[in-house]
């Protein structure tokens, strides 16, 4: 019994140890990258969301960047396009202390 719960209170350790590291870089590192032009961002992931093909002939680079916010804030279950953008737009208001 003892050797099972020291393998569950390791394993334990190092789950919150893994996702408290993931969310401190993403809070740290990942997001404030987005305070830069953040209305655009929004407008790519929408992009993304709604159109199939969202870069076409354009460069493809700011919409893997842009796309790379969905992960880190990824849309609920079932949650409305609109509403999700309207949760995204609050999240990088309150991360880059603006108002979007």
Same mark, same amino acid.
């Given at each position: 019994? =003892?050797?099972?719960? %020291?393998?569950?209170?390791?394993? %334990?350790? %190092?789950?919150?140890?893994?996702?408290?590291?993931? *969310?401190?870089?993403?809070? !740290?590192?990942?997001?404030?990258?987005?305070? @830069? @032009?953040?209305?655009? !961002?929004?407008?790519?992931?929408?992009?993304?969301?709604?159109? @199939? !093909?969202?870069? =076409?002939?354009?460069? #493809?680079?700011?919409?893997?960047?842009?796309? #790379? /916010?969905?992960?880190?804030? &990824? *849309?609920?279950?079932?949650? &409305? !396009?609109?509403?999700? /953008?309207?949760?995204?737009?609050?999240?990088?208001? =309150?991360?880059?202390?603006? =108002?979007?």
């Amino acid at each position: 019994m =003892k050797h099972i719960l %020291a393998v569950f209170t390791i394993a %334990a350790g %190092a789950m919150i140890l893994t996702f408290g590291g993931a *969310q401190w870089y993403a809070d !740290t590192a990942a997001m404030p990258r987005y305070c @830069e @032009e953040p209305a655009a !961002t929004i407008a790519r992931v929408s992009e993304i969301l709604r159109d @199939e !093909t969202p870069a =076409k002939l354009s460069s #493809k680079r700011p919409y893997v960047v842009a796309a #790379k /916010l969905i992960f880190l804030i &990824p *849309q609920a279950d079932r949650e &409305p !396009t609109e509403e999700y /953008l309207a949760r995204l737009r609050a999240e990088i208001g =309150k991360t880059c202390r603006v =108002k979007l």
